[in-house]
Every structure is written in structure tokens, then in C-alpha cells.
């Protein structure tokens, strides 16, 4: 089956559940996996930004990894996160991924503000090197600078391992821009939940959704809808849970995004350093809008 058959439509970017203890809690992660399957999302991503990856250590995520691809047991294609700003790290990290993934997931390199010309020439050095296809990631409201339309068609049609792009930026006209003129197969996926419905519209191949990890089926059937060309009906889904998505990144994520899990009784409200959990007011906040979607 070809890449894009595959990760067509929602794929979730799972967090990673911590103990009060501050160790990684398996117990609390198999629950959130058969939540988000048992859900109907499309496909699972490992390692993005949402799983705190930069706070675990390689014996952690070895095991993390291990765990969600045994309780996975093959029934959704999985995608890796391997970011960072140091590119011959990167590149050897692609090179030797784990072989069991469909997929890589790469950040635009972050801190060090790369221009244009030094962030297509990242893509050039991993996608060149990587085992596995590779989807890129602009999200410049965590990396400080912006992956420019003009440079991903670029990688678009210049690199033939960069199969897709998530693409979270909070500009629309430059997802526009992007879908006018990147290969018919290049999947230009939604990364902002909250305008995933225009994403949609302008012929997103589908989302990597943070609001998913706790409400899988109503995201999910939000998206299919959108596939399937029934926006009236998508629409309805998308406002039904835009204030619960907002609420997901106001004081952060993934904190809002594991408060909401712990008052479904999926994780324990923890997160590691720098990270804190959401303040008292906006938990009971967070709690009133669940209440209304049930």
C-alpha cells in the first residue's frame, strides 16, 4: 500500500504518560492507545512534539516504542517523530530508524533559525539519508522560523523522499500556496486542530491531530467527513469542539491535552520538567467543557 493510502486522514500524536513518580507509565499508555484506536483514528504518531520526547532518555523511548508497537499489534500504520537541530544527528537517526514504522516525522530544526536555503538543505541531508519516507514540519511557533511556501514546493518537488508536509502554521493563504503547486501526491497534512476544517477544504490529506488523543472518534469522524465531502456535516463536529480544542493549548501542551485525558480516567495529570500541569481554574475548565461534549 503506498504511504499516502496509508496515512490518509487522522493520526494522532500521542502523549506519553508519567507516573506521579515522574517514570513513564505503561499502564496509563495502553489504555490511551486502544483509546485512540477503538476510536477510529487512522494512524498513530510516536515522538512528536506532543509526547515530551526531549525529556526521555533512549532507553525510555526504546521502551515506549516497544510497547505501543506490541499493543499496536500492526492495526495502524505508526509514524516516528526524529527532529532536532543538529543535522548529521538527525540524518543518522533516519538512517537507522526503527524498521517497523511506515514513516518519519521531522521538525524544521528549531533555536538555530535556519534561513530558507539552510532549511532545504536539512530536508536534502536527512531525506537523502532516512530509511523510511519523510514528512516535514513547520511549526513556527515552536521553532522560531517558518518554513516558507516557496521552499517546501521546492522539497516538494525536489526530494523524492519528503513525502508530505505537516504544516502548522497559523497562515492559511500560505497552506493555499502550498496545495497550488506541491506534486498531486504530496500530502500537505493539517497540523492545527483549531482551523482543521479550512485545512480540510483547501484538500488537506488529513490531520495529525493533539485533540484526538482524548476525543478520537469525534475528530476522526470530523475528518472523514471532510474526505468525503461533507462539510455541512464536518462543520458541525468542528464547532461542537472548537472551545474544547482551544482550551488544549492555552496553558500550554501537552498540558491541557493530559489535563483532559486525567478527568477521563485515561492518564495521571504529569508532565516532566519544564513542563507543569495546568493551574486549578483552567483544569475545572477544561472538565466543564467535557462534561458538554459527552
Known amino acids: 500500500m503506498k504511504i499516502q493510502d496509508k496515512l490518509r486522514g487522522t493520526g494522532v500524536a500521542l502523549i506519553t504518560p508519567f507516573t506521579n513518580n515522574n517514570k513513564v507509565d505503561f499502564n496509563s499508555l495502553g489504555k490511551l492507545v486502544d483509546h485512540v484506536i477503538d476510536g477510529g483514528v487512522e494512524f498513530l504518531v510516536v515522538f512528536g512534539t506532543t509526547g515530551e520526547p526531549v525529556t526521555l532518555s533512549d532507553a525510555e523511548k526504546k521502551d515506549v ?172 463536529l468542528h464547532l461542537k469542539l472548537i472551545e474544547f480544542t482551544d482550551s488544549l493549548f492555552t496553558e500550554g501542551s501537552p498540558a491541557g491535552v493530559k489535563a483532559a485525558l486525567s478527568i477521563m480516567n485515561i492518564v495521571e495529570n504529569n508532565l516532566r520538567l519544564p513542563l507543569v500541569p495546568v493551574t486549578d481554574k483552567h483544569f475545572d475548565y477544561i472538565n466543564g467543557l467535557i462534561q458538554k461534549l459527552k
Do not use: W
Open 65 to 236: 516504542i516497544d510497547f505501543i508497537v506490541e499493543r499496536n499489534t500492526k492495526k495502524l500504520p505508526m509514524v516516528l517523530g526524529c527532529g532536532g537541530n543538529n543535522t548529521m544527528e538527525i540524518a543518522k537517526k533516519a538512517e537507522n530508524v526503527d524498521s517497523r514504522f511506515d514513516a518519519i516525522l521531522s521538525v524544521v530544526p528549531y533555536y538555530n533559525k535556519p534561513n530558507q536555503r539552510g532549511m532545504f538543505q536539512h530536508y536534502k541531508t536527512v531525506s537523502e539519508a532516512s530509511a523510511l519516507p519523510v514528512i516535514a514540519y513547520n511549526v513556527p511557533g515552536r521553532t522560531g522560523c517558518n518554513l516558507a511556501a516557496e521552499t517546501t514546493i521546492k522539497i516538494a518537488n525536489e526530494l523524492p523522499n519528503v513525502v508530505g508536509l505537516k504544516e502548522a502554521s497559523p497562515s492559511v493563504e500560505q497552506f493555499t500556496y502550498i496545495k497550488k503547486d506541491v506534486p498531486a501526491d504530496f500530502m500537505v497534512i493539517s497540523g492545527d486542530d483549531s482551523i482543521v476544517v479550512p485545512h480540510m477544504s483547501l484538500g488537506a490529506h488529513g490531520a495529525i491531530s493533539v485533540t484526538a488523543n482524548a476525543m478520537p472518534k469525534m475528530y476522526s469522524d470530523m475528518i472523514r467527513l471532510c474526505i468525503a465531502n461533507k462539510y455541512d456535516e464536518a462543520l458541525k
